[in-house]
């Protein structure tokens, strides 16, 4: 029996690909069971056994009392290798309307070739195996240009099946006539978008993730891993569990916990960014105008596809964790995807004028207690001198002092990221890409300098007034609407103390014509 060939070994920098010869050197004590935990498919997420080697060579094989028979590599054998047909594509499935006692779901269908069809075409979304009645719509509930999200009830099921009317054969490369659903025994969400994440996909440390399993968690201490139940529902016979789950380090307790949901914990997620020629990108499209695309792919990837198949060139890249490629685009619709055991990331390419615009990047900026900050020039420094800044995409902060680079900071797309210690004369900018999205300078304001004293007194009291203060006579000045309330008294201008020449006396300050910071002084005292 040849050995399997895509067995995983759990390192300091995660699941790493291994050999049986490798392995056996590792341990070569006998046989490995599967529930050692020690050697992990990537293609079924399933421990495998490494054999002791007393008949033949060592090797790696599935064991027969496995939960699923379904491993491509059981079933195909060890010359089984990746292909990403169109029908291999899980549409979108988000979680939304979270509460302490209900949610519900959602299908986004991509973009497809609808335009030309008539109004009489129409989509049937069914849960597969139930006598549910089926979700239709219309054409004109779908959008033309983007992903159109539609509801399917609050019941999860497995599997949907999805068929149309008064269609063509077409649009299955876009929409697969079924839909990979809710696996009862543990789904992952991404808790900010709702996101379904797909069978064997990454996440990351400090991210949170909606969990959602028929039944319970019976085992919720874990070293590195955050639960928190959010409710418990009945559906039917059944009983569903909903958690927050989020890994606090990376480490292998952590990153068995997601492996029991299909998920691997990770550092370096898989992406696929389009990087050249000019561009418009949406969810799961790409509108371009050339014969090309070049396209960064990031993270644990075993296979780049195209479909219809076309040429992809790698291009020489030096980078350990991105890989560089060029996509000859043959038709109009072009579909690329980047996985491991199936596709983890895809897009269409659409060729057409590029009349639209891009999405703009969202940025939240908040003081320490959730205010939102405007961006611009300002002479208030925030509450504890700190902001909170996170984006929809990965960035950068750039912090500048009197217009000079003095820092740099990540900024992970839906992560949130604090800068303290901020000060006057600095500023601060989001840069996503090449582009300036947001961006604070701490100005402190500037003081009044004026030599004649006439025009000070003039310029104190104006000052006064539009700081809520109500003036009560020719030489008294009382501060109303503040939160300490006084009394300051301007002595008359010609007024001179013997020992205080040239000096004139608001309160407890008194501001000398040499210091410029005089009238800041008595705003302070108010």
Same mark, same amino acid.
């Given at each position: ?43 079924? @997420? ?11 060579? #060592? &090797? ?16 195909? @054998? ?39 069809? @008539? ?29 159109? &999200? ?55 440390? @400090? ?11 019976? #085992? ?67 509108? *371009? ?70 999405? *703009? ?21 925030? *509450? ?143």
């Amino acid at each position: 029996m040849a050995s399997l060939t895509h067995v995983c070994m759990w390192s300091d920098n995660g699941w790493k690909r291994i050999t049986a010869e490798q392995a056996a050197r590792l341990h070569p004590g006998g046989t490995v069971s599967a529930h050692s935990g020690l050697f992990m498919c990537e293609l079924c @997420g399933q421990y495998v056994i490494l054999t002791d080697g007393d008949i033949r060579i #060592r &090797y790696f094989k599935h064991s027969a009392y496995e939960k699923s028979k379904d491993c491509p590599e059981r079933t195909f @054998g060890a010359g089984y290798s990746i292909s990403y047909g169109s029908q291999e594509h899980d549409l979108p499935i988000r979680i939304t309307n979270v509460s302490s006692s209900s949610f519900s779901f959602e299908v986004g269908l991509i973009r497809a070739p609808i335009s030309s069809l @008539g109004k009489d075409f129409c989509i049937e979304i069914k849960p597969k195996g139930a006598f549910d009645i089926p979700y239709v719509y219309t054409k004109e509930r779908l959008n033309y240009d983007s992903i159109t &999200y539609l509801p399917i009830g609050e019941r999860p099921f497995e599997k949907y099946t999805l068929s149309f009317q008064n269609g063509n054969d077409k649009l299955r490369e876009f929409w697969p006539a079924e839909i990979k659903g809710i696996d009862p025994e543990g789904t992952l969400f991404e808790k900010v978008s709702g996101k379904k994440l797909s069978y064997d996909a990454d996440v990351e440390i @400090g991210k949170e993730y909606y969990l959602l399993k028929r039944g319970y968690i019976y #085992r919720k201490s874990f070293s590195s891993v955050r639960i928190q139940e959010i409710m418990q529902k009945r559906i039917g016979w059944e009983t569903w569990s909903l958690y927050v789950v989020s890994a606090s380090a990376f480490n292998e307790d952590a990153a068995r916990f997601y492996l029991d949901f299909h998920c691997r914990l990770t550092d370096h997620p898989v992406s696929l960014q389009p990087v050249w020629p000019l561009f418009v990108e949406g969810n799961y499209i790409v509108k *371009h105008n050339q014969n090309s695309m070049y396209m960064l792919i990031e993270g644990n990837v075993a296979a780049v596809k195209t479909f219809p198949s076309v040429t992809v060139r790698q291009l020489d890249y030096n980078s350990s964790q991105s890989k560089l490629y060029e996509v000859f685009c043959s038709g109009r619709q072009q579909l690329i995807s980047a996985g491991r055991t199936q596709a983890l990331q895809y897009t269409y390419l659409w060729k057409e004028p590029l009349d639209q615009v891009g999405l *703009h990047p969202e940025v939240s900026v908040t003081d320490i207690a959730g205010a939102e900050v405007d961006p611009g020039e300002t002479d208030t420094l925030p *509450h504890d001198k700190t902001l909170r800044f996170k984006s929809t995409f990965d960035g950068e902060l750039i912090i500048f002092n009197n217009n000079r680079v003095v820092d740099k900071r990540k900024l992970s797309a839906d992560k949130y990221i604090e800068l303290n210690g901020l000060s006057y004369g600095l500023g601060v900018q989001v840069v996503i890409g090449l582009d300036v999205i947001w961006q604070i300078d701490f100005k402190k304001q500037q003081p009044i300098v004026v030599n004649d004293e006439i025009e000070m007194l003039k310029r104190i009291t104006n000052i006064l007034k539009q700081s809520g203060c109500e003036i009560t006579a020719d030489s008294e000045i009382t501060a109303t609407g503040r939160r300490i309330k006084k009394k300051i008294v301007i002595y008359p201008a010609m007024w001179v103390e013997p020992h205080a020449t040239n000096t004139i006396f608001v309160s407890d300050a008194y501001i000398k014509y040499a210091k410029p910071y005089a009238v800041q002084k008595i705003l302070d005292n108010i």
